[in-house]
Each structure stands twice: as C-alpha cells, then as structure tokens.
C-alpha cells in the first residue's frame, strides 16, 4: 500500500464529518406564532417592519423580497408578478405571488410611504435609488432577540415548506412551486408559471 494510501485509510474514522448547517428556521407551529407576534411588536424603522411582516406572508428568498418594485405588484388583483433579480435564485422564470388579504392590507399602507419617492417596494434608508440592505430583515431578527441559529430571512421558506406540507396537509408539488423551485409534471416537463395558480392562491 502506498504511503499516502495509508495516511488516507488511517485518516479516516478519526475525522467527523463537516455538519452540514441548514437556515435558521422556525418550524413548530407555536414558536413561529410566537415569532409571528414579536415581530407585530418591532419597534424599528417603518420600513424595515413592513418588510418584517411581509417576509413570512410571502416567503420568497430575501434579494427577491427587498428587490420588489412597485410596478410588478397589482394590488387589485392581488397578485405579485416578478422576474427575480440576479441573486441566488436558481431560476431567472417569472414567478407569480398571490397576495394574501393581510399582505395587501399592509402594501396597501406602505404605498403611501414609498411608492412615490422610489421604485422599490422597500428602499434602502440612505437612498431610494436602491433596495434595502441585504442584513436588514436579518439585523431586524436580532434586534427582536432572536440568534442567528434561531431564525433568518431565509428561514421564512423552510419555515412555509414544512408547516403547508406537515401540518397544514398541501401538496407538496403546489408548495415547491409557490417556492419558485423547477417542478416537473409526470411527463419530466416543468410547470409554467400560472399552474395552478387558483390553488396556490389558497396556500398564501
């Protein structure tokens, strides 16, 4: 055997295994009502607790959150028609968000703070020509007490995916495709945007 053949072999069994870390998330259903009544007392910037509450309404991944533009939201249709932005989405397909009753009410307030200074739903506190910061939901987490292993933005998804699929008894097709994960049909092709959007409508 060669030398380094053997280092190799003895090597290991002695070495554990890097963990691998998942998002902090929060996936019992009564610690994420809890998380969801914090975060209806943060006391921070108004802009940064509009984003707060809609974050785990519509749990998209947090570039695509701070990234919404007035101009791809329809609020009488309540619907959220975007192409996200080049960050880590897998996907450049459009996605389609229907907005739930609480999350027009609450977009129905922000719109008279930052529609009309700034293209983005959510702009930054420094300049309306950009998006918020990409540590604010986070930093806001923290600010609420919450560590870092606890909960993040992030960790809206995971919370969604696995309170709709093991409690809330979704479809777990229908759940990935609200993600904007590549779903397939029995026949290996990917859904389209609108599938079963009528459904999806009843998830959010």
């Known amino acids: 055997m060669a030398k380094q053949d053997f280092a190799e072999s003895t090597i290991k069994g002695t070495i554990s295994p890097p963990k691998v870390t998942h998002m902090a998330a929060l996936v019992e259903p009564k610690d994420f009502a809890l998380l969801l009544n914090d ?6 910037s108004v802009i940064t607790r509009y984003a707060l509450r809609i974050a785990p309404l519509v749990f998209v991944r947090p570039g695509e959150l701070r990234h919404a533009k007035w101009q791809d939201i329809d609020l009488q249709k309540g619907l959220w028609s975007y192409t996200p932005p080049k960050t880590k989405s897998k996907t450049r397909v459009q996605h389609i968000v229907p907005l739930s009753t609480q999350v027009i009410h609450l977009l129905s307030e922000l719109v008279q703070i930052t529609r009309y200074k700034s293209e983005y739903v959510f ?18 987490l923290r600010r609420l007490g919450y560590t870092s292993e606890q909960a993040c933005g992030h960790g809206f998804r995971a919370s969604a995916r696995t309170i709709l699929e093991e409690i809330l008894d979704f479809p777990i097709e229908l759940i990935e495709q609200q993600l904007a994960h590549q779903v397939k049909d029995m026949h290996g092709r990917t859904y389209n945007r609108t599938k079963h959007l009528d459904k999806r409508k009843i998830i959010m």
């Open 39 to 44: 975060i209806d007392h943060y006391e921070g």
């Open 123 to 140: 702009p930054a506190t420094t300049s309306n020509l950009k998006p918020m910061s990409e540590n604010t939901v986070n930093q806001a």
